[in-house]
């Protein structure tokens, strides 16, 4: 595994590393020592998956709250998607910075997303499928998030969604938190 740091401090992206033969390939996809050997938190207490009919689906931004909130690692195993995190740490030199990775089953790349950032995708394809490896449980008392749109990130999308929750619509701009 290739950990490499993003744009946002405590962000990684994670490519595998493959080893090839005439079948295909075999690689590591979450390895505890590989983790705990670059420095993160290689909790693991869920996995969840979440399936997308169609292109232009965006859900996002999510977070949890303490003590509740959550490291994940994200991948996309079916199709293709634009994920994309918001740095909500207020001590961080990267508050409210965004970055976003292409994460795809031809990729295979992951995303390592700390505490304290909010989480969200939009999918490049249809038939998209996202897998999640998180640090806590889910916690509807604790679930939070921001506007996918909010002037204050300035996150660049690459086309508008075209569907999207009433939830994820309606979460508040960030002065409003």
Not at 84 to 92: C, F, G, K
Not at 140 to 165: L, Y
Request: net charge negative.
């Amino acid at each position: 595994m290739r950990f490499s740091e993003t744009p946002l401090v405590g962000a990684y992206t994670i490519d595998i590393s493959p080893i090839a033969d005439a079948r295909g390939f075999f690689a590591k996809a979450w390895s505890l020592q590989d983790l705990e050997r670059a420095g993160l938190d290689p909790t693991l207490v869920q996995c969840s998956i979440a399936w997308n009919k169609a292109k232009g689906t965006l859900r996002g931004m999510h977070f949890q709250r303490p003590p509740f909130d959550e490291v994940k690692i994200v991948r996309c195993t079916r199709g293709s998607v634009l994920d994309v995190i918001v740095d909500l740490r207020p001590a961080s030199a990267t508050y409210r910075h965004w970055t976003s990775a292409e994460l795809s089953d031809r990729n295979h790349r992951m995303l390592y997303i700390p505490k304290g950032f909010a989480h969200g995708y939009l999918t490049l394809t249809d038939d998209v499928e996202v897998y999640y490896h998180v640090s806590a449980p889910y916690s509807p008392d604790h679930a939070d998030g921001v506007r996918w749109d909010d002037p204050a990130f300035g996150i660049e999308w690459p086309f508008p969604p075209q569907v999207i929750s009433d939830r994820d619509q309606a979460w508040p701009r960030f002065g409003a938190l």
